[in-house]
C-alpha cells in the first residue's frame, strides 16, 4: 500500500507555485523600473572634500639685540700745578773753598824721564844667499819679472813666515823665489839693542843672463 503520493505530488505543485510568483515579481519589477532606480542610485555623483595642508607655525621671532654699552667718559683733565725749583748756588771757580797749612808727610813724586828707545829694522840682503835656481819651464818660455816677498824674521835671524805681495805674472817664479830666500839668514831687527822678531820685505829680479 503507498500513503506517500499524493503528498510528493502537493510539494511539487507548492515549490511551482513560488517560483511562478518570484518569477512575476521580477517581471513587474523590469516593467515598473526598479531597476532603472537602483541604476541610478549607483551613478549618483560622489562627494569629494580637499583637505588643506596643515601648514607649520612660524617660527618664533629672536629676541632683540641687547642695548649698546655706553663708555664711561674719561676724567677731566686736571693740569699739575707748576713747581719751581730753584737751583743750588754755583760757587764761583776763582774762589778757594779749604785752606790747609799741613804738611805731606810722604816722599813727593818726581817726574822720570826716560831716554828715547832706539830701534833698528831687519836687514834683508839676498847677496849673501844662494841664488835662486831658474825653472826650466820659465827658462825655456823666456818668463821674467820682479817679484816683492815679506819675511818674518826671528831674533836669531831665521825666515818663519813667507808670503808674496807683489807678484811677477808667473807663479812658479815667485815660488822658486820664495822657497829660496826663505833658507837663508838676515839679521834681525833691535830694540835699545835687543833683537825682536819683526817683518821685511825683499825684492828679487828674474832675468835671463
Same mark, same amino acid.
Given at each position: 500500500m503507498s500513503y506517500a503520493q499524493p503528498a510528493d505530488s502537493g510539494?511539487?505543485?507548492? =515549490? %511551482?507555485?513560488?517560483? %511562478? &510568483?518570484f518569477h512575476a515579481l521580477l517581471v513587474y519589477a523590469l516593467v515598473n523600473g526598479l531597476a532603472r532606480k537602483i541604476v541610478d542610485v549607483v551613478h549618483q555623483p560622489l562627494e569629494t572634500k580637499i583637505i588643506e595642508e596643515v601648514k607649520p607655525p612660524p617660527p618664533d621671532k629672536p629676541p632683540p639685540p641687547p642695548p649698546p654699552r655706553l663708555a664711561a667718559p674719561p676724567p677731566p683733565y686736571i693740569p699739575l700745578p707748576e713747581v719751581q725749583v730753584q737751583p743750588p748756588p754755583v760757587a764761583p771757580q776763582n774762589t778757594i773753598s779749604a785752606v790747609t797749612h799741613t804738611k805731606p808727610t810722604g816722599p813727593v813724586p818726581t817726574m822720570v824721564r826716560r831716554a828715547p828707545v832706539r830701534t833698528t829694522a831687519a836687514v834683508v840682503d839676498a847677496r849673501n844667499c844662494e841664488k835662486p835656481q831658474y825653472p826650466p819651464a /820659465? &827658462?825655456? !818660455?823666456?818668463e821674467t819679472g820682479v817679484v816683492r816677498l815679506a819675511f &818674518?824674521?826671528?831674533? !836669531? =835671524? *831665521?825666515? &818663519?813666515? /813667507? *808670503?808674496?805681495?807683489? /807678484?811677477? =805674472? #808667473?807663479?812658479?817664479l815667485d815660488e822658486a823665489a820664495r822657497r829660496a830666500l826663505a833658507l837663508c839668514k838676515f839679521k834681525p831687527a833691535t830694540? !835699545? =839693542? *835687543?833683537?825682536?822678531? /819683526? +817683518?821685511?820685505?825683499?825684492? #828679487?829680479? +828674474? *832675468?835671463?843672463?
Open positions: 510539494r511539487r505543485a507548492t =515549490g %511551482l507555485v513560488v517560483v %511562478l &510568483l /820659465s &827658462l825655456r !818660455d823666456e &818674518l824674521i826671528d831674533v !836669531d =835671524g *831665521k825666515v &818663519l813666515q /813667507s *808670503k808674496i805681495e807683489r /807678484s811677477t =805674472g #808667473y807663479r812658479r830694540v !835699545d =839693542g *835687543k833683537p825682536e822678531k /819683526s +817683518w821685511a820685505r825683499i825684492e #828679487y829680479e +828674474w *832675468k835671463i843672463e
